[in-house]
């Protein structure tokens, strides 16, 4: 027997990939905390290879045929697995992908996620959402081809045909099922879960219920010879079996009754259903035969109370615990207080909403309050925008008392680095309330009308000063964005002498005259706010000609449409349900990797200044998903320019959506934000995305749970501690706070 390491952190889930031609004696893969798959050989205690990819734990792994392996994650995603290649991403899910399980069929894949949801795959694409369960499913079991079973937090499981149906729901646990396990040919299973339980189902009907000396039994696994592991939270494995020859010692036995009589239980979980101490009766209570197997009694004996479970194939009732809590008998002199068998110094009970049930969080005073706070939030699914809550909440009702040697700044168990506490110095707090988009002074209540803003008072789009009040703290001025982000610079003389020295080259079909340049000069001026004239449709037929020149002269005409369109009338005429097909499928035209970087540039922008009227607001929503897919592939060049286009699209897209609450197109945006951050270097890309980041996940818990699943956390940290411009630290760390 030997150790196998190579994850940095702690490991969630194993699975045994069968012998092949290559490694006879198959393969080990364990799924980690690291988000990493490290795969084994039998005889070697390091890796063979480590799989990357995951952007949060994995949690969930299954083998399949050829060397195919699944994997499910936190993250949101499943991904399938060829040997040390990613072969495909499995997206849909709205939370953590708890269960996965490949199907014997090939292709076929299920998936059961903390969103409630099971979906089954066929060759990397959602067939089918199977919905019944009421919270997360976090188990899965192939009974044959065309059937399946789930477990969940709903304390349910639940047997499906892959056609959609729910043919069965078993019903027996008093709290999670973690895992389920299918016996070898028959349609005969086993559970495990949070209430102390390992449950053996026979004909659809619970047939023994085998309790253990440990709250969460979080795993259990048949074997091919019919023997039952399970894995609990008390560190200990142990092997049950039908078999007289395997079966253990007495004295083992014996050891394992009176483990199971000496552990407390917590009548608070519910296990044991409502218990009132003065109700109960005696040990004579113990003299009457059970009725069937697994059935729980409980007595009062000297002022404790003890549980009992009935034993058919012994005939006798055996002491599974003493229920702690029912006496009043919680806290010892010691001053620590028992919680699922251990000793703390607090449990606190903590109510997330009215409305919701109250959770016990247990915690010792040498713990770090935000890795407890964290931990305390996975534990129980909730939402994770409750850290600073809880966790101020631990801080206030300890005193602060802590054993921790760590510096005066915490640890924050989502970023790992020094987390941002607003109102805390970090030697920017005197940032003037500059707004980085507007720029012309904003009106701050209570600032002096003639104030001057300092110098570091300047707006980042137009360098102007700002108002700011008398006593400036560190204020989000960056989001939620409202209104969207325009390319207002131009040069109209310069754009219009390129046009006609342009037009000198032009062939004969597509030379505009002379009167055709004076038409496009008064748009220009009309849309430039020079004159205040309203551009005619003489104006607009003759920039749509020019707009369809070829490709290596168009980029003048391109100008004059990217100022134009920001012109209402202009905007009507072109985003307008008339015209609309032919106005996208030409600025989705220029969006080609392989075309000019003028024209991507100034289709871009042209596309971000569409936002500014309702027209276009409406256009540019409907064809959302072909724009921002066509647009993504700009990412990859290395202009500048192009990416901060890129991030202002991305920007006013989160603009829309904040008005809107499409969770859809917000989970399509957030995407899109880190695919764009895993290759921008501008700084002022990063900066526009970040506002765009932060009006997404403003006021939307789905939001920023979907954005933490993306890994956004990771990917944006090192923003937080940019010098300079200032203006990109401060909005990551407001970022960083809602994360």
């Known amino acids: 027997m030997h150790c196998m390491s190579g994850h940095s952190n702690f490991v969630s889930c194993v699975c045994i990939i069968p012998p092949s031609d290559l490694y006879p004696r198959g393969l080990i893969a364990t799924g980690g905390n690291d988000h990493n798959i490290c795969i084994f050989t039998v005889d070697n205690p390091a890796p063979l290879y480590v799989l990357k990819g995951h952007k949060n734990t994995v949690c969930s792994l299954s083998s399949g045929k050829f060397g195919t392996l699944l994997s499910g994650s936190w993250d949101t995603t499943a991904k399938v697995w060829l040997n040390d290649r990613c072969m495909m991403t499995l997206q849909g899910h709205t939370a953590a992908i708890w269960a996965v399980k490949i199907l014997p069929e090939q292709g076929l ?173 005696g040990r004579e209570h113990l003299k009457d035969p059970g009725t069937r197997d697994g059935q729980t009694r409980l007595i009062k004996d000297n002022g404790k109370i003890e549980a009992y479970q009935w034993s058919v194939s012994e005939g006798r009732w055996i002491k599974i615990g003493d229920v702690v809590g029912s006496s009043g008998a919680t806290q010892q002199t010691s001053g620590k207080v028992l919680f699922e068998g251990k000793e703390y110094d607090y449990v606190f009970t903590i109510d997330v909403n009215e409305s919701g049930p109250s959770y016990k969080l247990p915690y010792n005073i040498t713990d770090d309050p935000w890795l407890t706070a964290y931990n305390f939030l996975q534990k129980n699914d909730l939402n994770p925008m409750f850290l600073d809550q809880v966790a101020k909440f631990i801080m206030d009702n300890t005193k602060g008392q802590t054993l921790l040697s760590t510096s005066a700044q915490f640890s924050d168990p989502f970023t790992g680095t020094g987390r941002y506490v607003p109102g805390s110095s970090s030697g920017s707090s005197m940032m003037p309330a500059a707004d980085p988009f507007t720029g012309a002074g904003r009106y701050v209540p209570g600032s002096a009308s003639n104030a001057v803003a300092p110098v570091g008072g300047v707006d980042p789009y137009t360098g102007m000063g700002a108002y700011q009040s008398a006593a400036a703290k560190v204020e989000n001025i960056y989001f939620p964005k409202k209104d969207a982000v325009t390319f207002d610079q131009a040069n109209p003389m310069q754009i219009l002498g390129k046009l006609k020295e342009l037009n000198g080259s032009a062939t004969e079909e597509h030379k505009l005259t002379e009167d055709d340049l004076i038409t496009l000069e008064k748009l220009l001026s009309a849309t430039c706010n020079t004159s205040a004239e309203t551009p005619t449709a003489q104006q607009l037929q003759t920039l749509w000609r020019a707009v369809n020149w070829p490709e290596d002269i168009v980029f003048p005409a391109l100008d004059i449409l990217r100022l134009s369109i920001r012109h209402p009338t202009v905007n009507e005429n072109f985003c307008s349900e008339k015209d609309h097909v032919q106005f996208i499928i030409l600025l989705l035209k220029f969006l080609n990797p392989k075309g000019k970087q003028a024209n991507q540039l100034l289709a871009l922008r042209a596309l971000c200044n569409c936002f500014v009227s309702p027209a276009g607001q409406k256009l540019m929503m409907e064809q959302r998903d072909e724009i921002m897919t066509q647009a993504i592939e700009m990412k990859s060049g290395n202009n500048k320019n192009i990416h901060i286009a890129l991030a202002t699209l991305t920007l006013n897209y989160a603009v829309c959506l904040l008005k809107v609450n499409n969770i859809e197109g917000k989970a399509q945006c957030l995407s899109v934000i880190s695919t764009i951050m895993e290759v921008v270097q501008d700084l002022e890309a990063i900066f526009r995305l970040l506002v765009a980041l932060g009006t997404l996940i403003s006021d939307d818990t789905n939001a920023v749970q979907l954005a933490k699943s993306l890994g956004v956390d990771s990917q944006i940290k090192k923003y937080a501690s940019v010098s300079e411009p200032a203006k990109v630290k401060e909005c990551c760390r407001f970022v960083l706070n809602l994360l």
């Open 109 to 281: 894949m299920l998936t059961g996620s903390a969103d409630k949801t099971i979906k089954l795959w066929k060759a990397g694409r959602c067939e089918r959402t199977f919905t019944g369960h009421e919270d997360c499913v976090r188990g899965l079991a192939i009974l044959s081809e065309m059937e399946f079973l789930s477990c969940a937090n709903d304390a349910s499981v639940r047997r499906w045909q892959i056609s959609g149906e729910c043919l069965q729901v078993y019903y027996g646990h008093t709290n999670y099922i973690y895992s389920i396990s299918v016996f070898p040919h028959c349609k005969d299973f086993v559970t495990t879960g949070e209430d102390r339980s390992l449950r053996i189902w026979k004909q659809g009907e619970c047939a023994q219920t085998i309790r253990l000396p440990a709250q969460s039994v979080w795993c259990c696994c048949v074997l091919d010879n019919g023997d039952i592991v399970v894995g609990a939270s008390d560190g200990i494995i142990r092997v049950f079996t039908e078999s007289l020859e395997r079966t253990a010692s007495a004295e083992e036995i014996q050891a394992f009754e009176n483990e199971l009589s000496q552990a407390s239980i917590d009548p608070k979980t519910g296990d044991l259903g409502d218990i009132n101490a003065d109700d109960l009766p």
